[in-house]
């Protein structure tokens, strides 16, 4: 019952233009969840019922199939986006993700072998969502060798990034700062020499 929910909500979001990669109720449920450990288990649930979407879809051929299968796919990479994200943020704040990350890098191997099955189909409609299933592909193998790595170095690697930045946000602060500072200063130049005056053209300033 909840899969067919979620296809008729995918249906209906192509349908009025406006798509976000998780349901209002998944949705909600992140935002309950502030743990970053407990957060990723989330969004791997999430993760894992998009690939079971497309391979129920994939096993059955009618018209329009193929939408299905691409929004799931690319909800799935954005999914798999969010989680380094979730990682990153908490290894930023120097929080221990140790379980979330194993268990990540676990789930992902499973979702990597679920993405090369589908890609070893040979459908008619394949065209229409090769690119997203290539995306997804390549997605999880960057995540599951980030997940892999050390988690220290990889801590190192996200707040040396975020350091430079920073720095990079800082520097382009300072410029903006100064271009307005010439620009006030030009108006307030330009206001002085308009200024009005009762005195007449030949008469000089006390």
Known sequence: MRIL?????????????????LTEDEADQIRLIQEPNERLALYLKFARLRLELVR?????????????????????????????????????????????????????????AALEEFNAVKAKDRYLYEFVLKDSLEATQDSLEESQHDLKERAHRVVDQDVREKKERESLMTVKDVERKKEEAAKEEKKARKAPTLRRKDEKPQ
Request: aromatic share 6%; no cysteine.
């Open 56 to 112: 129920q879809t994939l096993a059955v051929e009618k018209a329009g199939r193929s939408r299905l299968i691409h929004n799931n796919l690319e909800d799935y990479g954005r999914i798999i986006e969010a989680m380094d994200n979730v990682i990153d943020d908490a290894l930023a704040r120097k929080l221990d993700v140790g379980k979330g990350v194993a268990l990540v890098a676990e789930q992902e191997k499973q979702f990597l």
């Open 5 to 21: 929910i979620l296809l008729l909500a995918a249906g209906a979001a192509w349908a009025q233009g406006q798509r976000d990669f």
